[in-house]
């Protein structure tokens, strides 16, 4: 089983400020690798799939980058509503597929 | 417009049964291969099963295989998740949510439902 590791646990921000949330595999995962933004009360939402593709109707500062087994999700000029937790997923090697055990941005 | 609707949900002693149901609308199950997520409460995703387009290829989590099965219908857009011998650590919100990917692959989730909450007490 690939294990997904996602940090900080927490990451405290500013409104305006970049946040950098970083995601690693256990082993070598290519590119296949999605995001998700989960605010409290709601399901997930898709963000980015193949660590860079941004999902449909995802606003241009969410990006993705990485491969192999360092990927990062980077959010540039925070909003409100942006302050979420997040998490990674492999698909590469499955059954099963598997998360990160999330990052939690919330108001420095 | 594209969606699911969990249901089915509910308190339940340990050792019994329960099915959660999950409904679509704007597309076709049919076409797409669809997942049971959990999620226990104050904690992360974890998957649970998955059922290809085809229908005929499904995968199990570890924790649930042998207790737990998918299925769906295909007239009814509905997707079913009919869990048995429920155990205290099956407390959780389950979610579907809809597979995408290249080809026949379900490899993101691109559409989820708001979920249905299990919970499994004496």
Known sequence: EIVMTQSPATLSVSPGESATLSCRSSENINTNLA??????GQAP???????????????????????????TLTISSLQSEDFAIYYCQQYNNWPPWTFGQGTKVDFK | QVQLVESGGGVVQPGKSLRLSCESSGFTIRSYGMFWIRQAPG??????????????EKYYAD??????TVSRDSSKDTLYLQMDRL???????????RGRGGG??????DTWGQGTLVTVSS
């Open chain 2, 63 to 68: 924790s649930v295989k042998g207790r737990f």
């Open chain 1, 35 to 40: 995001w998700y933004q989960q605010k409290p």
């Open chain 2, 104 to 109: 026949s692959r379900v490899d993101w989730l």
């Open chain 1, 45 to 71: 939402r898709l963000l980015i799939h193949d660590a860079s593709t941004r999902a449909t109707d995802i606003p241009a500062r969410f990006s993705g980058s990485g491969s192999g087994t360092e990927f």
């Open chain 2, 87 to 97: 155990r205290i650590d099956d407390t959780a919100l389950y979610f579907c949510a």
């Open chain 2, 43 to 56: 904690k992360g995703l974890e998957w649970v099963a998955v059922t290809f387009y085809a229908g005929n």
